[in-house]
């Protein structure tokens, strides 16, 4: 306001602290010439000063902040600086007067001149405060949180991304970058980005992409090959992608994910499908070479047939236990398959109830073990190590687990083992992963066994770009 205080401005004051009130903002006024300071009931409150009585301004300070009062000091330097007249808004940190509770506030003030002109005098500093220490509280929980978050993507050296499907724009991103290929700086494009597929994969995505849009599905993972330039090798990039619409004033809906790096596991799952596949190979070697022993040692036994059916029937057996390669992979196949070999009255020893399942090969794999140790240990200690044992396989399959129940009658007084073998181990921690288990019963009448499984998916859903 320029020239005397008039009237008139003290009325637009007045209507300012009404609004003020009105909006839970306090106003404070300093008339220069007296030094005096005058709060409103609310402006008290927030610092928590008496609700009557005079405040100074080493009160003002008092509770200010140290490391703010210099940036209030100069706002109110700013303000009655007749060349400068500032209005800026300014933050700062108190102490409560009568608790001393941390609180945040932003601050205004506008001065008042006895005249225009760089000799004029301020008259009066008058202002608004608002505590804005929720907001900044939410603020900082927000900024932790995404340190946090950032930590942990660093430290697993994953890389996030976020598209708007319908202009195809990416963030920039310079661990997405670093993964496919591109200079920490640049800002690649959808097509650029899609240019680092490996032959094949952009179809295979795509198709599998528009699949899943029209389930309605909009979270999805999937393993994708890329090929990066000077990499000499394919790298395989696990992506899991939710979409969402889009962020404010955009349209059309936006993809945000992770991309993390498992060249290493995917080497490694090869390491162990070759060792698997040369176990398997010598597995089979070993069983048809103890069938030609047997025809050249037992050549006219008339036990022959019966004892190479064995050895056939047991190499099947353990073939199952290094995976199966079966297109489609069914319970009652495994439960068979894993029993047969090892008695010649099947049908007779065994007891076999519930219904068949489609498996997925982990889960297949994992049921063949624990059969194959469980009839292993009823041949040597159990039911099936004498002629009127028997045993009761019976199991039920829910929507994603499947609950197995192994009982042994007819066999000889069992008791708990008094040390764990390879087989027990395997049996209680190796051959079904969490959260599958096998408990194990060592009741004198025989041996309780069950087990329980999260069946999952055989097909797992492939998603989304880039």
């Not at 928590?48 to 140290?66: C, K, L, N």
């Not at 073939?319 to 319970?331: E, I, P, T, Y």
């Amino acid at each position: 306001m320029e020239g005397p205080v008039e009237p008139a401005a003290y009325e637009t004051a007045i209507k300012y602290e009404l609004a003020c009130r009105a909006a839970g903002i306090g106003v404070w006024e300093l008339h220069v010439a007296e030094d005096r300071l005058v709060y409103c009931k609310i402006a008290r409150s927030i610092f928590g000063f008496p609700e009557e009585g005079p405040i100074t301004r080493e009160m003002v300070y008092s509770v200010i902040h140290p490391d703010d009062a210099e940036v209030v000091r100069l706002a109110a330097q700013r303000a009655m600086d007749p060349q400068v007249r500032s209005t800026e808004s300014y933050s700062y940190r108190i102490s409560r007067f009568d608790t001393g509770e941390r609180r945040w506030l932003i601050g205004n003030g506008i001065a008042f001149f006895d005249q225009i002109g760089p000799a004029a005098r301020p008259l009066l500093y008058a202002g608004s405060i608002r505590d804005v220490t929720e907001r900044e509280l939410t603020r900082q929980g927000l900024a932790e949180s995404e340190e946090r978050f950032r930590l942990a993507v660093d430290a697993a050296r994953m890389a996030v991304w976020d598209m708007n499907l319908e202009t195809g724009i990416v963030a920039h991103s310079p661990d997405l970058n670093r993964m496919l290929g591109f200079p920490p700086a640049a800002h690649p494009t959808l097509e650029e980005l899609r240019s680092r597929y490996a032959p094949g994969e952009r179809e295979r995505l795509e198709a599998e992409g528009a699949a899943a849009t029209a389930r309605g599905e909009t979270s999805l993972q999937s393993r994708v090959r890329y090929d990066i330039p000077g990499k000499g090798e394919v790298t395989y990039v696990l992506r899991a992608a939710l979409a969402t619409p889009a962020a404010g004033g955009e349209t059309g809906r936006r993809v945000i994910g992770v991309l993390y790096d498992a060249t290493e596991q995917v080497r490694a799952e090869e390491r162990l499908k070759t060792v698997n596949g040369e176990l398997r190979h010598r597995l089979k070697n070993m069983t048809n070479l103890a069938g030609i022993f047997a025809r050249q040692t037992w050549a006219d036994d008339s036990r022959l047939d019966t004892y190479l059916g064995r050895i056939r029937a047991l190499a099947m057996s353990a073939d199952l236990m290094f995976g199966s390669r079966d297109a489609v992979l069914h319970l009652h196949d495994v439960v068979h398959r894993s029993l047969k070999p090892f008695t010649d009255d099947f049908e007779d020893r065994f007891l076999l109830q519930g219904p068949d399942a489609v498996l997925s090969d982990q889960t297949y794999t994992g049921i063949a073990l624990v059969l194959h140790e469980l009839a292993t240990n009823a041949v040597k200690h159990g039911a099936l190590s004498q002629s009127s044992g028997r045993v009761d396989l019976v199991w039920e399959v829910g929507d994603a687990d499947l609950r197995m129940h192994w009982t042994e009658t007819g066999g000889p007084v069992v008791s708990k083992p008094e040390s764990s073998g390879f087989g027990l181990n395997l049996l209680r921690r190796g051959a079904l992963p969490p959260p599958s288990s096998v408990t194990l019963d060592f009741r004198p009448e025989g041996l309780v066994a069950a087990l329980s499984l999260s069946l999952g998916d055989a097909s797992k859903a492939a998603g989304m770009r880039p």
